[in-house]
C-alpha cells in the first residue's frame, strides 16, 4: 500500500461539470499539499494544510476548493474550470514542524484532470 | 523571491555510464535546504537526495552525489552506472528553514533523462 493514494488516477469533465479529487495519506503526517503540475512548468503549489487548517493558498482561482476533513484526507473540489486547468494534479503530506527543516514530502502518483 | 532553474529540459546517457543534472537557484537567504526528486513513468515523486546548505560536504546516497556549490548557487546531481530504472524526470527543488510559506518547496521545471541499454 503505497504511503498517498490518489483517486481517480484519471478523469475528464466538461467544463460545466462538478468533480473532486481525492488524497489520503496513510503516514501519521500533519501537513498536506496540493500541486499543479502541467507540462514544461515548475510544479505549482496551489494549497496547504496543517493540522486541517489551510495555511496556504496561493492565489488559486475560487474554482478549485480544497478540503481537509483531517489530517489523512484532502480533497480538491472542482467547478467550472476551464480547458487550461487541464493538467496532472498531485497530493502530497509531509510531518511538518514548527519552523521548516528538512521535511520530506512523498507524493501521490496524481490524478490526470482534462478539462473539455 | 527564490527560484530554481534546471536548464536542461532532456537528457540522455548510456546504461552504465555517468550523467549529470545541472540546477542553479537564486535566494538572499544563508541556510536552506536543497533536494533533487524523482518522477518516474507511474508518476510518484520520490526523493532521491538532500542538502543541507550549511554542510559543506556534498551528500551521496549510493550512485547517487550532488555537487553543491553554494557561492555559485549550483547543486547538480551526478547519476553514476546508470541503469534503465534511472530514466525519469528529475526535480530540483529548494526550501528555505524559515516557517510559513517560505518552508515550502519551490521546484524547477525537471529534467527527463533517458537511458540507453
Known amino acids: 500500500e503505497t504511503g498517498v493514494t490518489q483517486t481517480p488516477r484519471h478523469l475528464v469533465m466538461g467544463m460545466t461539470n462538478k468533480k473532486s479529487l481525492k488524497c489520503e495519506q496513510h503516514?501519521?503526517?500533519?501537513?498536506m499539499y496540493w500541486y499543479k503540475q502541467s507540462a514544461k512548468k515548475p510544479l505549482e503549489l496551489m494549497f496547504v494544510?496543517?493540522?486541517?487548517?489551510?495555511?496556504e493558498n496561493n492565489s488559486v482561482p475560487s474554482r478549485f476548493s480544497p478540503e481537509c476533513p483531517n489530517s489523512s484526507h484532502l480533497f480538491l473540489h472542482l467547478h467550472t474550470l476551464q480547458p487550461e486547468d487541464s493538467a496532472l494534479y498531485l497530493c502530497?503530506?509531509?510531518?511538518?514542524?514548527?519552523?521548516?527543516?528538512?521535511?520530506?514530502?512523498?507524493f501521490g502518483e496524481g490524478s490526470r484532470l482534462t478539462v473539455l | 523571491a527564490q527560484t530554481v532553474t534546471q536548464s536542461q529540459p532532456e537528457m540522455s546517457v548510456q546504461e552504465a555510464e555517468t550523467v549529470t543534472l545541472s540546477c542553479t537557484y537564486d535566494?538572499?537567504?544563508?541556510?536552506?535546504?536543497l533536494f533533487w526528486y524523482k518522477q518516474p513513468p507511474s508518476r510518484q515523486m520520490i526523493l532521491v537526495i538532500r542538502?543541507?546548505?550549511?554542510?559543506?560536504q556534498n551528500a551521496t546516497e549510493n550512485r547517487f552525489s550532488v555537487n553543491f556549490q553554494k557561492a555559485a548557487k549550483s547543486f547538480s546531481l551526478k547519476i553514476s552506472d546508470s541503469q534503465l530504472g534511472d530514466a525519469a524526470m528529475y526535480f530540483c527543488?529548494?526550501?528555505?528553514?524559515?516557517?510559513?510559506?517560505?518552508?515550502?518547496?519551490?521546484f524547477g521545471k525537471g529534467t527527463k533523462l533517458s537511458v540507453k541499454p
Open positions: 502530497a503530506s509531509s510531518a511538518r514542524g514548527l519552523a521548516g527543516g528538512e521535511r520530506e514530502l512523498f
Open positions: 503516514l501519521g503526517h500533519n501537513a
Open positions: 494544510y496543517n493540522f486541517k487548517e489551510q495555511t
Open positions: 535566494t538572499s537567504e544563508s541556510d536552506y535546504y
Open positions: 542538502q543541507e546548505a550549511y554542510k559543506q
Open positions: 527543488a529548494y526550501r528555505g528553514v524559515l516557517g510559513g510559506s517560505q518552508g515550502n518547496l519551490i
